[in-house]
């Protein structure tokens, strides 16, 4: 092998390992899930025709590259290049250096290097580290699936002593899962517990197996006479894992819905998921609104005491009507107190209830020192900000379940003189529904503000076109911070602004 072969391999060598800068940037936002790095490339890809062209003009480059020698310095340019707006620097949050992503880095470069060497030793020139340069992000991801059950064996000490503290104890505990309001049914039964007794409860999403796992080991005291575990899940099994150790008695079933349709492909995965934190429970609160659930639910009567809590029909056993501001509570058609608490608790105080009745709690006694119900952090919270005008804050997450809240609490703000302005980049992890919610968020949206703003590319082509449609003046921005500084130069103390989620910058 001749000098010039020797010196392409080695900077398509150094390029790949200098990709490995994007690549864990994307992994870490995706919990290192095998596949995600290369599933957000390709968003990329797609997210733009240019990086389209690109991609293309990629490929085309790494094949002329197998007769001409120098020509893989073209493919180096475009791969580390490729595609456009994946930077190497992170905007909304930085990279954290933790000893996992350590060891996967380190992994990644010694495949790298050894696709190379095994390239130079049999003679193939610099074939092999052409095509582990051009989908180095794929290599990236064959890393992280390779380290899973290694990295997964190497905290489970963690588990093993989370799970000691937390049954050793003897003490009530609550699962709650569910593809929506998870967090906020969480932190409204942790409100209504504690005025009685001391409560643990995971903290903001902690929701994962280390998560839990790190929540539990920090925050549980040997006083809390009541555990409150919020699960998260990203495919089947992981559920029924955490709860292996968790061991819920009371499990909760928030509702289900198209969120991480991506992942779990259709509502019956979905379902299967997070129906797992039913099977080691004796007691199941369900949403007795979600159909799916109520028909599922049939599966578990003769095994399970199953409360159905509803906010629509006066005939399930916990029943919650928003009235002017309250919240009025029957159980099994009897009355029995009301709460002052935003309308989007109503779901989350009915299944508290459905908690509460599981665990032969008295609800009235509970709720004599209630005067009112607080909204968690970044769930359509209202600010007054600094120029005056009002900002309704629900960038946490969204999905089609809480927007028609969002849009409601946008229409009864301001006054006939308020200009209603919607920044949002839309709803993600909808899989092949993506495009058509975002077209109905944009129609529903369409009859209540005046402008929006849209950003990013992930939901531009989907939300442009219902505003368009429906002759709302519509603006895009790249980021969130363009769109900020645009809407401060036009916005008047009398507006309202709805900010309706917000995206990491791993996404387009």
């Known amino acids: 092998m001749n000098a010039a072969y020797i010196f392409v391999l080695l900077v398509l060598t150094i390029g790949s390992l200098l990709n490995s800068v994007k690549w864990s940037r994307l992994a870490q936002r995706e919990h290192y899930i ?10 990329w890809v797609k997210s733009k025709t240019s990086n389209y062209l690109l991609f293309i003009l990629l490929l085309i480059s790494g094949f002329i590259s197998l007769w001409l020698v120098y020509f893989p310095v073209i493919v180096l340019v475009l791969s580390t290049f490729t595609p456009f707006g994946l930077s190497f620097s992170s905007r909304t949050s930085k990279v954290v250096k933790t000893e996992r ?13 050894s696709i190379s060497a095994v390239s130079l030793v049999v003679e193939l020139g610099y074939l092999l580290a052409l095509l582990a340069n051009i989908f180095s992000y794929f290599v990236y991801d064959q890393c992280l699936k ?11 000490h963690f588990v093993e002593s989370a799970s000691k503290n937390l049954n050793q104890m003897s003490i009530p505990i609550i699962g709650i899962t569910g593809s929506y309001s998870k967090t906020t049914t969480k932190n409204t039964l942790h409100q209504i517990l504690k005025t009685q007794n001391e409560i643990f409860s995971t903290k903001e999403s ?7 796992a790190k929540a539990i080991n920090e925050d549980l005291k040997d006083s809390d006479e009541i555990a409150i575990v919020e699960m998260g899940t990203y495919g089947i099994g992981e559920i029924r894992e955490i709860c292996s150790w968790v061991r819920p008695h009371v499990s909760v079933i928030t509702g289900i819905a198209p969120v991480h349709l991506e992942r779990m492909n259709n509502l019956e995965n979905i379902l299967d998921a997070k129906s797992e934190i039913v099977e080691l429970a004796g007691s199941v609160v369900i949403n007795g609104d979600d159909e799916l659930l109520l028909n599922q639910a049939r599966l578990w009567t003769n095994q399970k005491i199953v409360y159905d809590c509803s906010i629509t029909s006066k005939q399930a056993i916990v029943y919650v009507d928003f009235v002017e501001g309250e919240h009025h509570i029957y159980v099994k058609g009897k009355f029995i107190t009301k709460v002052t608490a935003p309308e989007l608790l109503q779901l989350s105080i009915a299944l508290s209830i459905g908690v509460m009745l599981s665990l032969d709690l008295d609800v009235s006694d509970y709720f004599t020192d209630i005067k009112s119900l607080d909204k968690t952090t970044h769930r359509q919270t209202l600010i007054n900000s600094d120029l005056g005008h009002k900002i309704i804050d629900n960038s946490f997450n969204s999905n089609p379940m809480g927007i028609e809240h969002s849009l409601k ?13 919607l920044v949002t980049p839309g709803m993600i992890e909808l899989g092949s529904d993506q495009f058509s919610l975002n077209y109905a968020f944009g129609t529903e949206a369409s009859k209540v503000i005046n402008s929006a703003l849209v950003i ?9 076109l219902a505003f368009q449609e429906n002759e709302v003046p519509a603006f895009w921005f790249p980021t969130r911070d363009e769109a900020v500084k645009y809407l401060n130069t036009i916005i008047k103390p009398e507006d ?9 910058d791993h996404y387009p």
Do not use: C, M, W
């Open 34 to 43: 095998g596949g995600s790095v290369t599933r957000f490339y390709f968003r």
């Open 101 to 113: 992503l350590s060891r996967i880095n380190g992994f990644y470069y010694f495949v790298i290097i």
């Open 146 to 156: 390779i380290l899973f059950n290694y990295e997964k064996s190497l905290t489970q």
């Open 206 to 212: 902690f929701n994962n197996r280390l998560g839990i």
């Open 409 to 421: 609490l946008l229409a009864e703000e301001g006054n006939e003189n308020s200009i209603r302005y």
């Open 456 to 464: 990013g590319h992930t939901n531009k082509n989907s939300l442009l």
């Open 496 to 504: 309202v602004v709805l900010f309706e989620n917000d995206l990491p």
